[in-house]
């Protein structure tokens, strides 16, 4: 599978101060409020469940 930093390398068209930028926000984790937008979008639900860990 095609990784990121294997990709970027091939890309010659996106300048560097803007590959900065794309690395920042990739390292980014979207909140679950995000996620579940992204998923309405596409039809979809995001469910979560919390348990213990001695259940």
């Known amino acids: 599978m095609t990784?990121?930093?294997s990709f970027k390398g091939n890309i010659k068209?996106?300048?560097e101060d803007e590959m900065s930028v794309i690395d920042k926000r990739?390292?980014?984790t979207p909140s679950l409020?995000?996620?579940n937008r992204?998923?309405?979008g596409l039809g979809l639900?995001?469910?979560m469940?919390?348990?213990g860990l001695h259940h």
């Open 33 to 35: 409020t995000t996620l």
């Open 49 to 51: 469940q919390v348990v």
């Open 26 to 28: 990739s390292e980014s």
């Open 45 to 47: 639900e995001v469910k």
């Open 13 to 15: 068209s996106i300048s």
């Open 38 to 40: 992204y998923a309405n």
């Open 3 to 5: 990784t990121w930093q």
